[in-house]
């Protein structure tokens, strides 16, 4: 089992910068890659960006890439969104999730989810 709480959401205007932060509990959170989905209201879940174990290599969706930074830091069970320049279109509530056998882009692969944070950015 893991449980994953997720930080750092909030209000921000156009153009501004957030990191959210993905606590997850237990020992075994390096045997998972790591995930975050993003859902807006009226649209369904979808991808933004993932890592792998070693954290050696990550994958964006093209919407967020060049402004969007994942990492993760498996001494602190902590996998990070580091999100800048942001638009009002990254408005959404923010999931992390943990993958024993990805890590993928689509959220039926993902074993574990935390909550969810809000993003809001104005314009």
């Known amino acids: 089992q893991v449980q994953l709480v997720e930080s750092g959401g909030g209000l921000v205007q156009a153009g501004g910068s957030l990191r959210l932060s993905c606590a997850a509990s237990g020992r075994t959170f390096s045997r998972y890659a790591m995930g975050w989905f993003r859902q807006a209201p009226g649209k369904e879940r979808e991808f933004v960006a993932a890592?792998?174990?070693?954290?050696?290599?990550?994958y964006y969706t093209d919407s967020v890439k060049g402004r969007f930074t994942i990492s993760r830091d498996n001494a602190k069970n902590t996998v990070y969104l580091q999100m800048t320049s942001l638009k009002p279109e990254d408005t959404a509530v923010y999931y992390c999730?943990?993958?024993?056998?990805?890590?993928?882009?689509?959220?039926?692969?993902?074993?574990?989810w935390g909550q969810g944070t809000q993003v809001t950015v104005s314009s």
């Open positions: 890592i792998r174990r070693s954290g050696g290599r990550t």
């Open positions: 999730a943990a993958d024993l056998d990805g890590p993928g882009t689509h959220q039926n692969g993902y074993d574990y």
